[in-house]
């Protein structure tokens, strides 16, 4: 691989990484709780990138994305979970009562929800595996073997991940006593959910001929 085709492909990342989407949203959720369940949240999702690196490689997103019936599954699901999300985040902005520290077991509970709610919000979601399908190739050298290029930008995907998520997470972490005022954290709930409904009907309004 080319330097060239390398900083190219880092530039993507950047951009990909920076604009909100449902890992962003589900990661600041729980980053605002806590720098645990944040970094959790982030571990999730990233654990979900390497799910769809590692079947791009394989080709198995391909074979998905050029189904219509199986991108449309896909689809719902990760819609209707993005929605479930979203009306979860809306029904706590309407506790006025601020929330009282949480027993040890509790907090296991929600570490371990953090983690799942963040994999399965980047497993389900069908743009990350076209993601993977539609970009990836580009940056594919001509003459040298796929596989081993397609894994080693699924690493540098996950790598950036693990960086970013990192300053994220610490940065959300450091403004956490003011977000987690009762009402500013019910804004943030309200937005958040807002924002996990809109994506998961903008999910529902992707054409199929996006997976050709």
């Not at 389900?124 to 940056?139: D, R």
Request: charged share 15%; aromatic share 8%.
């Amino acid at each position: 691989m080319s330097l060239t085709l390398l900083t190219g492909f880092l530039l993507v990342m950047l951009l990909t990484y920076v604009v909100p989407g449902p890992d962003f949203a589900i990661v600041l959720r729980y980053a605002t709780r806590s720098r645990r369940a944040g970094r959790l949240a982030a571990a999730g999702v990233l654990t979900g990138v390497c799910l769809h690196a590692t079947a791009a490689a394989l080709g198995l997103s391909a074979l998905l994305a050029k189904s219509a019936t199986a991108f449309m599954v896909v689809k719902v699901v990760g819609a209707a979970y993005l929605l479930f999300l979203g009306a979860q985040a809306l029904w706590s902005s309407r506790r006025g009562a601020p929330r009282s520290a949480p027993a040890p077991v509790e907090d296991g509970t929600r570490d371990r929800r953090a983690f799942v709610q963040g994999f399965l919000t980047n497993a389900s979601n069908p743009k990350a595996m076209l993601f993977f399908v539609s970009l990836l190739p580009q940056f594919i050298s001509d003459g040298m073997p796929v596989l081993p290029q397609t894994l080693l930008l699924g690493l540098i995907t996950v790598a950036f991940g693990i960086v970013w998520w990192g300053l994220f997470v610490v940065l959300a972490d450091r403004i956490r006593g003011f977000l987690g005022r009762p009402a500013v954290r019910r804004v943030l709930d309200r937005v958040t959910g807002v924002a996990f409904i809109g994506l998961g009907i903008r999910l529902l309004r992707t054409p199929a001929a996006a997976a050709t």
